[in-house]
């Protein structure tokens, strides 16, 4: 079945609230609904492609370089033309012959799914080089190719999945992009194999079962959220249901269908969020059975993950992550380390067996709890993990005059504020190993680092998402006064 799209109920998309509000016609002629022939010229930092038309830039989701296509204005701002994809006139030579997934034009999730792979890593490696550029204490700085797990396809082991439509006629997918429109996965080429099963059978549990799917219009129904997990190791899958209230008996009979169906769910927990926002996930978690984790490997590391548990999308370029950070931060079995943001203690445990001592810093109490776990499952007695406010905890670990020879940063796709990095700079370490997903708040807080005696000597972009235009990069600081020792 090909995939469709639920569209959205009240408020409707970013887009149509646009049009209602901002949207105007132009003096070059530019009106919503008008077919314009374009010719692509590059693509944003999104993958969105831009071409010019009548004086005003427009971005068309879907296009390459080069591609010279008919596009179809779907919104005018003052600042911003948006067009969808109509037809390609004449194709990018960047094109692949046949894209891999049929519903790339539909979804949107994947803007780089239809070009070469090797130019999707030559893009991305641009991208990161652009975003140093824009310092003049970055310039020296050469960003070599990316490093690239093996799988292109299928390589997705976690996926936060939409819940929408009715019981008779569910919806199971991703948001469209700019909207609240729900587009329903089939097979989605991205996904882990066993992900697309799980989705399949819930979709037909909601069915079977009449399992009532939210409404957000009048706030009725249940099913609000799909979560899924899989363990490439333990071949184990964990599902999560969220639901706008406890509502057992529903979730009870759907978890027995689904795991009827696919034994390989292992574990299904109902996390209830009553809120109205964009948020996933609320407080409270019930589980339906009795295992609460499913257990992986990355590279060396045994990992358990609960439902909320933040881990890499990625095995294997997890994997490369995190050698990536263990081999610069230059470690012989001496060094103190300090870890900040340290989530489940993915990075922090791989630092352990050629470190003195490891200190992992997170603000959530649940990430902590499993980073303690997980210290124990790898008898990591050379680790230990702390739940609390970044900045607080700096500021103790300070007055303490405890002393760290490598600190690593790895946070949100936000970057550092700067007061974390003023405290850090005060500890003056070695070396500072950054890992980071954006290339652009990386450069400005490397910059920052630059003014406080700290000298960036190399980076490396990690592919993380092929066909998407995400990009990780880990980054070594080292002293100023080492470098020029």
């Not at 899989?230 to 599902?239: D, G, I, K, T």
């Not at 700096?394 to 405290?423: A, H, S, T, W, Y």
């Amino acid at each position: 079945m090909k995939s469709r799209i639920k569209t959205a109920g009240k408020g409707g998309s970013a887009r149509q609230k646009q049009a209602e509000t901002g949207e105007q016609e132009t003096s070059s002629g530019l009106r919503r609904g008008v077919a314009v022939d374009l010719l692509i010229e590059r693509l944003d930092d999104e993958g969105i492609g831009i071409a010019h038309s009548q004086g005003r830039q427009i971005l068309v989701a879907g296009a390459l370089p080069q591609d010279r296509c008919l596009a179809r204005i779907s919104h005018l701002g003052k600042t911003v033309v948006f067009a969808d994809l109509v037809k390609l006139i004449d194709p990018s030579p960047l094109r692949l012959q046949r894209c891999p997934c049929s519903d790339a034009a539909l979804c949107l999730g994947c803007p780089l799914i239809a070009m070469r792979y090797g130019e999707q890593l030559r893009w991305k490696q641009d991208l990161v080089q652009a975003a140093f550029n824009q310092y003049p204490s970055l310039k020296h700085i050469v960003v070599p190719r990316l490093l690239t797990p093996e799988r292109r396809l299928g390589y997705r082991t976690t996926a936060k999945l939409a819940v929408a439509g009715t019981h008779a006629d569910p919806y199971i997918g991703i948001y469209r992009r700019a909207s609240h429109d729900v587009v329903d996965l089939e097979d989605c080429p991205l996904h882990h194999p066993m992900i697309n099963t799980v989705i399949r059978v819930v979709r037909e549990g909601i069915r079977k079962l009449k399992v009532p799917v939210y409404q957000e219009k009048n706030k009725s129904g249940i099913l609000r959220y799909l979560v899924v997990r899989v363990s490439e190791s333990s071949n184990e899958v964990m599902v999560t249901f969220v639901t706008a209230r406890r509502a057992f008996n529903e979730i009870h009979h759907l978890a027995r269908f689904l795991q009827e169906k696919v034994p390989q769910v292992a574990v299904v927990c109902q996390n209830v969020n009553s809120s109205e926002g964009n948020v996933i996930f609320g407080a409270h978690d019930h589980f339906l059975t009795r295992q609460q984790t499913i257990q992986e490997r990355i590279g060396q590391v045994e990992l358990l993950v609960s439902p909320r548990s933040f881990l890499q999308a990625q095995n294997d370029g997890a994997r490369l992550l995190y050698e990536t950070a263990r081999d610069w931060a230059g470690l012989d079995g001496s060094q103190q380390v300090l870890d900040l943001y340290c989530g489940i203690g993915g990075i922090a445990l791989t630092l352990a067996p050629v470190a003195r001592q490891v200190l992992g810093v997170e603000l959530n109490k649940d990430a902590v709890a499993d980073a303690k776990r997980n210290a124990r499952l790898n008898n990591a007695r050379n680790c230990r993990f702390e739940a609390g406010d970044v900045l607080e905890l700096l500021d103790d670990l300070l007055e303490d005059e405890l002393r760290f020879d490598c600190i690593v940063l790895n946070p949100p796709r936000k970057g550092c504020d700067q007061d974390v990095l003023d405290k850090v700079a005060e500890f003056a370490p070695e070396r500072i190993v950054y890992v980071s997903c954006s290339p652009q708040t990386l450069a400005r807080d490397l910059d920052i680092l630059a003014t406080k005696g700290f000298h960036c000597e190399k980076v490396q972009p990690v592919e993380m998402f092929p066909q998407t235009p995400h990009v990780e990069n880990v980054a070594l600081v080292v002293r100023k006064e080492l470098k020029t020792a």
